[in-house]
């Protein structure tokens, strides 16, 4: 039962994260409301039926991006010889102090694009989608060269694709919504 009622809340927490609302939950606080399920606020339920498509899919790359360097920044930083796997290249004993500062710093990165993805759309663009689509794009370009040298190349070809498809598919989903908010909605 508190299985379920955990699953229940995890649920409309990351629903609310990806409808962009930090504050869409109204939790009970009196032990006796335990059992109602906790409600929307209005304000998140006007904003999402006016967000549209491209607003949600940059939200959701966005946000996967920020969980991905996270897990990723995390376990170099904790377990760097993780990093073996990705680069498909052993590791020296300065390499191994490199492979933790690569992890602090996606660490930060991925912390950072999570604190943001709450943002106004344009105030995201203006502040970060430059940064965002290089780290990408040279992410995807830096990983497609080492797995073609690589004698194991599919995790980096892996890395390679998915950074490639992140950083065009948020390109992507920011150039529908500007153009959309040029046409007037």
């Not at 999402?48 to 607003?55: F, I, N, Q, V």
């Not at 959701?60 to 993780?82: D, K, M, Y």
């Not at 300065?94 to 344009?122: D, F, K, Q, Y």
């Not at 797995?147 to 065009?168: M, S």
Request: net charge positive.
């Amino acid at each position: 039962m508190i299985f379920v009622k955990a699953a229940q809340i995890i649920r409309v927490i990351s629903r609310s994260f990806l409808d962009g609302s930090s504050e869409a939950l109204s939790f009970p606080h009196n032990p006796s409301d335990v059992d109602r399920k906790p409600r929307r606020i209005m304000t998140t339920v006007e904003r999402k039926s006016t967000r549209a498509g491209g607003e949600r899919a940059a939200r959701l790359v966005f946000c996967a991006s920020a969980i991905g360097e996270i897990g990723v920044g995390a376990g170099a930083l904790a377990f760097p010889q993780i990093l073996v796997i990705l680069l498909a290249a052993p590791l020296d004993s300065s390499g191994l102090l490199v492979a933790r500062m690569l992890g602090s710093a996606l660490l930060a990165l991925g912390v950072t694009w999570w604190i943001v993805r709450n943002e106004p759309l344009h105030e995201l663009s203006s502040r970060f989608v430059g940064g965002y689509l290089i780290y990408n794009i040279g992410m995807g370009l830096l990983f497609s060269a080492r797995a073609i040298d690589a004698a194991e190349p599919t995790v980096p070809w892996v890395v390679a694709v998915v950074h490639l498809l992140a950083g065009v598919g948020f390109a992507g989903s920011m150039l529908v919504v500007q153009r959309r908010a040029g046409n007037g909605g």
